[in-house]
């Protein structure tokens, strides 16, 4: 039931079968969530098929995406992203540089010699009551946007639910144990649009990248890529390994989040985006990608997870506000 997405440098990333899992008897449930969380302890990323999200329903939200960034740059700026506290909004090409810098001024300097080559957009929970969503006005393509992805948003928000409770079963703690972490959904859902861009423009600066390496923040990240490529991982060997697109799968990552509410029992990976593997034109065409971070509820706090540590001088980290960690760590970057 399982094999390897990707098998490289140290670095496998197993492709496992989600529907064991929702819909499997108790064993295949454990043996499922047993891979899952091994997944999680080596490599830090996983490969999931048998999704309760169709092909035809996946298309039809890259579609919606799609029509979205063909909107006049004008108008996404006129819901840009505006603080790391509401984290909703457009990012130009340019705003955002992931990095695994930390210092501010290191980060800007980044930026300014090497921008990434993307834009997104950042829809958080909606009826947040101080923090709305920054929606395009729906007309024109853009007519059903916001239901489009609201029900998206809903649906990655049970597959974050059931992601969790398949590394509780792996843990060996109650199953619903992360429920009361999840229930509220306080996660982001990034759309990402990688435009098409001149080969040479990574030639002539080798240090250009679509999106710089880094790690991801919060407890596990569903990515949904197109056929593009250009995801990489870094491996154990420090080499940076392709994450191959292999259709209708989602790539799922831990965050460092969960690497620290884990007590490092689970491992949060730097990726990073390049230009996809060679074609013959002079161009890259332009690469789509949704991102949804998930996030522990805002107000948890997070300390150390039953079972990762047996002494109490086993634990790594303090704890924190979940909520706060992000914030924290998204003033870095942007
Ligand atoms: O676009 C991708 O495939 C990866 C994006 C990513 O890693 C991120 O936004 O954190
Ligand atoms: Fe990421």
């Known amino acids: 039931?399982?094999?390897a997405a990707v098998k490289s440098e140290g670095l496998v990333i197993p492709l496992i079968d989600f529907a064991q899992f929702l819909k499997g008897n108790p064993e295949q449930r454990k043996e499922t969530a047993n891979a899952i969380l091994h997944g999680f302890q080596t490599a830090g990323f996983i490969y999931l098929k048998g999704?309760?999200?169709?092909?035809?329903?996946?298309?039809?939200?890259?579609?919606?995406?799609?029509?979205?960034?063909?909107?006049?740059?004008?108008?996404?700026m006129s819901h840009c992203w505006t603080s790391p506290e509401a984290n909703r909004g457009y990012?130009?090409?340019?705003?955002?540089?992931?990095?695994?810098?930390?210092?501010?001024?290191?980060?800007?300097?980044?930026r300014d010699s090497a921008p990434d080559l993307k834009e997104s957009l950042e829809i958080g929970r909606?009826?947040?009551?101080?923090?709305?969503?920054?929606?395009?006005?729906?007309?024109?393509e853009l007519v059903g946007f916001k239901e489009?992805?609201?029900?998206?948003?809903?649906?990655?928000?049970?597959?974050?639910?059931?992601?969790?409770?398949?590394?509780?079963?792996?843990?060996?703690?109650?199953?619903?144990?992360?429920?009361?972490f999840t229930d509220i959904g306080d996660n982001t859902l990034r759309l990402l649009h990688y435009p098409e861009v001149k080969k040479d423009v990574f030639t002539i600066n080798p240090g250009q990248v679509r999106a710089g390496a880094h790690s991801d923040y919060g407890s596990i990240t569903l990515l949904f890529q197109d056929s593009r490529g250009g995801l990489q991982?870094?491996?154990p060997t420090g080499v940076f390994?392709?994450?191959?697109?292999?259709?209708?799968?989602?790539?799922?990552?831990?965050?460092?989040?969960?690497?620290?509410?884990s007590n490092d029992n689970i491992k949060s990976t730097i990726h990073r985006v390049v230009e996809p593997p060679s074609s013959d034109s002079d161009i890259h065409p332009a690469r789509y990608s949704i991102a949804y971070f998930c996030n522990p509820n805002f107000k948890s706090y997070i300390e150390a997870i039953p079972g990762?540590?047996?002494?109490?001088?086993?634990?790594?980290?303090?704890?924190?506000?979940?909520?706060?960690?992000?914030v924290q760590r998204l003033t870095a970057t942007y």
């Open 1 to 3: 039931m399982e094999s």
């Open 233 to 235: 991982v870094k491996s």
């Open 148 to 180: 489009t992805m609201l029900e998206f948003h809903n649906k990655c928000k049970e597959l974050h639910i059931e992601v969790m409770r398949a590394i509780a079963v792996g843990l060996g703690i109650d199953e619903t144990w992360f429920d009361g």
């Open 308 to 326: 990762t540590y047996t002494a109490e001088k086993d634990r790594k980290y303090e704890g924190i506000n979940s909520g706060q960690y992000l």
């Open 51 to 76: 999704l309760p999200i169709t092909s035809d329903y996946r298309k039809h939200v890259f579609e919606t995406s799609a029509k979205y960034f063909r909107l006049p740059t004008e108008t996404k």
């Open 91 to 110: 990012s130009a090409p340019g705003r955002e540089k992931t990095t695994t810098l930390t210092d501010i001024d290191d980060v800007k300097k980044l």
């Open 126 to 140: 909606e009826g947040e009551p101080n923090h709305p969503n920054h929606w395009p006005e729906e007309k024109g």
């Open 241 to 261: 390994v392709d994450a191959t697109p292999i259709e209708d799968t989602c790539v799922v990552n831990a965050g460092d989040l969960l690497a620290r509410w």
